[in-house]
């Protein structure tokens, strides 16, 4: 298979950088992040469970050959946050969840079409 580009390694780190964020302000939550938690009806220590999951999307992301798996468990993080804050009335706060499925999605997109082209089947 031939090597993914410089820029869509660049994308997929990218996004895999905003996991890693994600995922760290997820583990390492503040009172306020928690109480959103508490709020939106998950248990108590929800958010570790959500920021390790963060995390290892990041991590599949970042790798060329579990890109596609890492960008099908970001999709899933992605969707169950948008859901989250849509069915408790926070519709405002859905968009930025949607902006990164959308970026996922592309992600996905290329790691898919360059597998299928180069005669490469990603995990996933």
């Given at each position: 298979?031939?090597?993914?580009?410089?820029?869509?390694?660049?994308?997929?780190?990218?996004?895999?950088?905003?996991?890693?964020?994600?995922?760290?302000?997820?583990?390492?939550?503040?009172?306020?992040?928690?109480?959103?938690?508490?709020?939106?009806?998950?248990?108590?220590?929800?958010?570790?469970?959500?920021?390790?999951?963060?995390?290892?999307?990041?991590?599949?992301?970042?790798?060329?050959?579990?890109?596609?798996?890492?960008?099908?468990?970001?999709?899933?993080?992605?969707?169950?946050a948008a859901a989250t804050v849509a069915l408790n009335g926070e519709y405002d706060h859905a968009i930025a969840p949607l902006i990164?499925?959308?970026?996922?999605?592309?992600?996905?997109w290329i790691t898919r079409r360059r597998a299928q082209t180069k005669?490469?089947?990603?995990?996933?």
């Open positions: 298979m031939k090597k993914p580009t410089y820029g869509e390694n660049l994308f997929a780190w990218l996004l895999a950088g905003f996991f890693v964020v994600g995922g760290t302000l997820n583990i390492f939550a503040s009172p306020d992040i928690a109480a959103d938690y508490q709020r939106w009806g998950y248990p108590p220590r929800f958010h570790y469970l959500t920021g390790a999951l963060e995390w290892l999307a990041a991590v599949l992301i970042a790798a060329p050959m579990t890109r596609y798996i890492g960008s099908l468990l970001a999709a899933g993080i992605m969707i169950s990164v499925l959308a970026l996922v999605a592309v992600n996905a005669g490469f089947s990603p995990k996933g």
